[in-house]
């Protein structure tokens, strides 16, 4: 491989046979493109938050499952289609445009279920308003609600913000969805420790387990109590990287008391459109630049 210089080929057909999962560990860069066909592949929600952004499944809630078979279509009819190619029309907006000239190509018969349902659900790679019984929040917190096996939305808005916090933490996760830099679980709940994609899956993966282990009473209290990490001991629950695993057993006694400014700096370096808060402009030198932004 020119990229990495860490494995071997026998011919140039293997090579690529093998790119789509190779590049994931492979030096070279990587795009959402490369998550969603991933995703086809392995017949899974993607996790990746950026991915769910730009190929709507943040948009589509329940409908999810439905817009994975639609893209897997798109590698059905065209298994030469590449990541690229794909992420392509999606950065130029033309994605809609595009899945609807490969599905218009084949028979009423080939078509299968997904293209009908994407005709009447356009909305979720569109920039047309969400129904409002589509909306992923309310979706979400449905779930959560299932879940918990209670309805207390009548009594959530007098919830500590403690509660409403871990509330929806459990909400995105049963919706196979985890926080982004751009909202505050995404510190709150330390997936800022997570070097790369891979990695903030895999913590989204713990967080997972670990509700399925435990009551959400009992969440609360070790998460009010900085001893999220005791619980996930306690369940004898695991990440791949030991040393993902140090570093969140250690940056997890703060929470949520307080919060390393490196996290702030890290989600304004990731999330442009987001200046630094005040602690990282004190921490980071920020004060003596004429234009925050511009540092960052």
């Not at 897997?72 to 445009?97: C, D, F, M």
């Not at 899956?201 to 009992?218: A, G, P, W």
Request: with cysteine; proline share 4%.
């Amino acid at each position: 491989c020119s990229g990495c210089k860490k494995v071997s080929y026998c011919l140039k057909r293997c090579q690529t046979d093998c790119w789509d999962h190779h590049i994931f560990e492979c030096a070279v860069p990587i795009h959402t493109g490369h998550f969603l066909k991933k995703a086809c592949q392995d017949d899974l929600i993607p996790m990746h938050h950026q991915t769910c952004v730009d190929y709507g499944f943040e948009r589509a809630g329940k409908f999810q499952n439905h817009l994975l078979g639609l893209y897997q279509g798109l590698w059905i009819y065209e298994p030469s289609l590449t990541a690229r190619e794909v992420h392509q029309w999606q950065k130029n907006g033309i994605l809609v445009q595009k899945i609807k000239e490969m599905f218009e190509h084949e028979s009423n018969y080939s078509k299968g279920q997904y293209y009908p349902w994407f005709l009447e659900h356009q909305w979720v790679l569109d920039e047309t308003p969400i129904p409002a019984e589509h909306r992923p929040e309310k979706l979400m917190k449905a779930k959560a609600w299932a879940f918990l096996e209670r309805d207390k939305s009548k009594e959530h808005s007098h919830w500590l913000e403690l509660q409403q916090i871990c509330f929806m933490h459990y909400a995105m996760l049963l919706s196979h969805s985890h926080p982004g830099p751009d909202t505050t679980l995404w510190i709150q709940f330390k997936y800022c420790v997570a070097k790369n994609s891979y990695l903030k899956m895999s913590v989204s993966r713990l967080y997972s387990t670990l509700i399925h282990q435990c009551k959400f009473d009992e969440f609360c209290a070790v998460y009010e109590s900085s001893s999220l990490f005791w619980l996930i001991k306690k369940y004898k629950l695991a990440l791949h990287s030991n040393s993902l695993l140090c570093h969140l057993s250690i940056i997890l006694l703060t929470s949520p008391c307080m919060n390393y400014s490196v996290g702030g700096l890290k989600c304004s370096v990731i999330e442009t459109d987001i200046l630094p808060v005040h602690s990282v402009v004190a921490d980071y030198g920020f004060m003596n630049c004429n234009s925050t932004k511009s540092s960052v």
